[in-house]
């Protein structure tokens, strides 16, 4: 199993939207279940969503209604939907998941929301 890679962050202006992509090699990644985490400066990681292998999905409260987790299994890729961004979802976003008892973060990516 791999270190997952996240992608698609960037600056952007409050009430637009972003798209997160995470993506791994390996049987474990496609039978994981993934989730998604931010931690903004001087805040701990909190987790943002997550998504089981069957699809199932669950979210954090600060964020239900506008971002949407799903995956394609097919690509070994699980994408963050965010939409209606505010600057309090500022920070660096990150693909996590556990396979066999280990677990594996990806480098992150940077979402900079302004106001």
């Known amino acids: 199993q791999v270190q997952p890679v996240e992608s698609g962050g960037g600056l952007v202006q409050a009430g637009m939207s972003l798209r997160l992509l995470c993506a791994a090699s390996?049987?474990?990644?496609?039978?994981?279940?993934v989730g998604w985490y931010r931690q903004a400066p001087g805040t701990q990681r909190e987790s943002v969503a997550s998504?089981?292998?069957?699809?199932?999905?669950s979210y954090a409260d600060s964020v239900k209604g506008r971002f949407t987790i799903s995956r394609d299994n097919a690509r070994n890729a699980v994408y963050l939907q965010m939409n209606s961004l505010k600057p309090e979802d500022t920070g660096i976003y990150y693909c996590?998941?556990?396979?066999?008892?280990?677990?594996?973060w990806g480098q992150g990516t940077q979402v900079t929301v302004s106001s």
């Open positions: 996590h998941y556990v396979w066999l008892g280990f677990q594996y």
């Open positions: 998504i089981t292998s069957g699809g199932s999905t």
């Open positions: 390996g049987s474990g990644f496609r039978n994981a279940a």
